[in-house]
């Protein structure tokens, strides 16, 4: 069983710091997140939070972008950022006594950009051609179709880098009032992993975030949920490719349909074993690429398939997929599916446990869309005490009457 202690403070300012502890580990993982992403923006100003994340690494009053990559990197760390749907987020691997270090440079970055105009300039077209590869992705292209399709009418339905028409009219303006509500309207959040004091990383946290002064109630999340079907061609393609999905509210008792939901995807889609991989390319040899997956946001849970295949052969895989989903929720587990299917999720729990940047990000995930942290001996006791008629009993409720969602992107 895990021995694990997580220690959280909150700050006046609205900081909330947590710590996992990690006493054998000889190095630390340290992070700051903000919660606020695309699906905060309108169509108008979408790609902001991405671009932001972007631009904090161009300068700040005392570091140049050069400094800002070799503070970190000289000293044999890693300094890294990425944007979602629900939050923007920094954070650092550093050797134990460099925590200081990574707290000052996370800090410098969010307390003060410089946004300088002519770097802004050339990060543009930087995103631009980021946007432009995610174009030439397929599969990502038919999620973000999906995404724009099923979450039509909010935020969640826009891609998290915007597109190359929004970011070129994202203005200094807005990078300003991005800066204006992290100080003042956004809490924020810092996680740390490894070996990491959390009295002092508190002592830290007051001292680089002293310009941050208060923190007023994050955005209102609400979601909008419809069915459909969207069709997109592309040049160049051979396979067509596919997201077919729905969503699910994620209201009181959800951490329990949470488990339900990870433990259903485990056995239908989300490894080899699977019955969605063994259906589709192993007995019928239909596709190369086939799972599912899920998405947690603070107010939905979203579940999916994605598959890549010939054009004339979609329309069996999609088939064969929905098929083996009504078999699934009809009949329930297999004879001794749900006992491999638990040991697969505490399996990878209890691998995952020896790495220090698993452990941030599940601190960070948890915090930030579930509003409370589990242990992992609590997660795992929660998985482990499931039954079938109680696990089943939720899925079938759930998707019921849950609206889905296809989305194809096709040779033209």
């Given at each position: 069983m895990f021995r694990q202690k997580i220690f959280r403070t909150e700050l006046s300012n609205g900081i909330t710091v947590l710590t996992d502890w990690m006493p054998h580990a000889y190095s630390a993982n340290v992070g700051v997140w903000i919660p606020r992403g695309s699906r905060h923006e309108t169509k108008e100003i979408n790609g902001l939070a991405h671009f932001y994340e972007h631009l904090v690494f161009k300068g700040t009053e005392k570091r140049s972008a050069f400094e800002i990559a070799h503070t970190i990197e000289d000293r044999g760390g890693n300094l890294e950022a990425y944007t979602t749907r629900q939050e923007t987020g920094f954070y650092a691997q550093v050797m134990r006594e460099d925590v200081p270090l990574a707290v000052d440079v996370i800090a410098d970055m969010l307390m003060n950009p410089t946004f300088d105009s002519k770097e802004m300039e050339k990060e543009r077209k930087v995103i631009i051609e980021e946007v432009h590869s995610y174009d030439d992705i397929a599969e990502e292209c038919a999620g973000d179709l999906f995404n724009a399709l099923h979450y039509k009418g909010c935020g969640l339905s826009l891609p998290i880098a915007g597109t190359a028409k929004t970011v070129k009219g994202l203005l200094k303006s807005g990078m300003l009032e991005y800066e204006r509500q992290v100080l003042e309207d956004l809490p924020l959040t810092v996680c740390a992993s490894g070996a990491v004091d959390h009295e002092k990383l508190v002592e830290l946290v007051e001292k680089n975030f002293e310009k941050k002064k208060s923190a007023k109630h994050p955005f209102v999340n609400l979601y909008r949920a419809n069915a459909g079907q969207k069709e997109k061609s592309k040049e160049e393609l051979s396979q067509s490719n596919l997201f077919w999905g729905t969503?699910?509210?994620?209201?009181?008792?959800?951490?329990?349909?949470?488990?339900?939901?990870?433990?259903?995807?485990?056995?239908?889609?989300?490894?080899?074993?699977?019955?969605?991989?063994?259906?589709?390319?192993?007995?019928?040899?239909?596709?190369?690429?086939?799972?599912?997956?899920?998405?947690?946001?603070?107010?939905?849970?979203?579940?999916?398939?994605?598959?890549?295949?010939?054009?004339?052969?979609?329309?069996?895989?999609?088939?064969?997929?929905?098929?083996?989903?009504?078999?699934?929720?009809?009949?329930?587990?297999?004879?001794?599916?749900?006992?491999?299917?638990?040991?697969?999720?505490?399996?990878?729990?209890?691998?995952?446990?020896?790495?220090?940047?698993?452990?941030?990000?599940?601190?960070?995930?948890?915090?930030?869309?579930?509003?409370?942290?589990?242990?992992?001996?609590?997660?795992?006791?929660?998985?482990?005490?499931?039954?079938?008629?109680?696990?089943?009993?939720?899925?079938?409720?759930?998707?019921?009457?849950?609206?889905?969602?296809?989305?194809?992107?096709?040779?033209?």
């Open positions: 969503s699910f509210d994620a209201s009181e008792g959800s951490v329990e349909f949470l488990r339900a939901l990870g433990l259903f995807n485990v056995a239908f889609g989300a490894d080899m074993g699977s019955r969605l991989f063994q259906k589709i390319r192993e007995e019928r040899g239909l596709a190369y690429s086939v799972y599912s997956m899920t998405d947690v946001y603070t107010d939905v849970f979203g579940w999916g398939i994605s598959l890549a295949t010939a054009p004339q052969k979609m329309d069996l895989a999609l088939s064969l997929a929905q098929k083996e989903l009504e078999k699934f929720l009809k009949n329930g587990f297999e004879k001794g599916e749900l006992e491999r299917t638990k040991m697969n999720v505490v399996g990878g729990l209890r691998i995952g446990a020896d790495n220090a940047e698993k452990r941030l990000m599940r601190l960070a995930d948890q915090e930030l869309h579930l509003g409370k942290i589990f242990t992992m001996a609590e997660t795992e006791k929660q998985v482990l005490a499931f039954d079938e008629e109680r696990l089943m009993e939720l899925l079938r409720n759930a998707f019921e009457h849950a609206p889905f969602a296809t989305a194809i992107v096709k040779p033209k």
